[in-house]
């Protein structure tokens, strides 16, 4: 998916890329609404050696596109979409 695609996607599609990555089936997993499943991708991006390109992307998600400067209290309260949209940016090119 392009960067574009991942931004504009559906709940669904967005859980499907993540499941395809995460090696799970799809049935069982849903990062858009999740939180539990969400964390577990952070978790995937640590192994992955990922974390300041994860923390761009989640912060250009939370922050740049609502018109705002980097705000720490944006970042941690990210809702479980943003995160797997910011996973699915992060993990783009490694894939």
């Known amino acids: 998916m392009t960067k574009e695609e ?35 991708l952070e978790e995937k991006v640590k192994e992955m050696g990922l974390q300041g390109k994860y923390c761009d992307e989640l912060d250009a998600i939370c922050c740049q596109m609502e018109g705002l400067k980097f705000d720490f209290w944006n970042c941690i309260h990210a809702t479980p979409e943003q995160r797997t949209k910011a996973f699915l940016l992060a993990t783009m090119e490694v894939e």
């Open 6 to 40: 991942i931004l504009s996607a559906t709940p669904e599609r967005l859980n499907e890329q993540a499941a395809k990555i995460m090696s799970i089936e799809k049935e069982f997993w849903n990062s858009v609404y999740d939180i539990r499943h969400a964390y577990k």
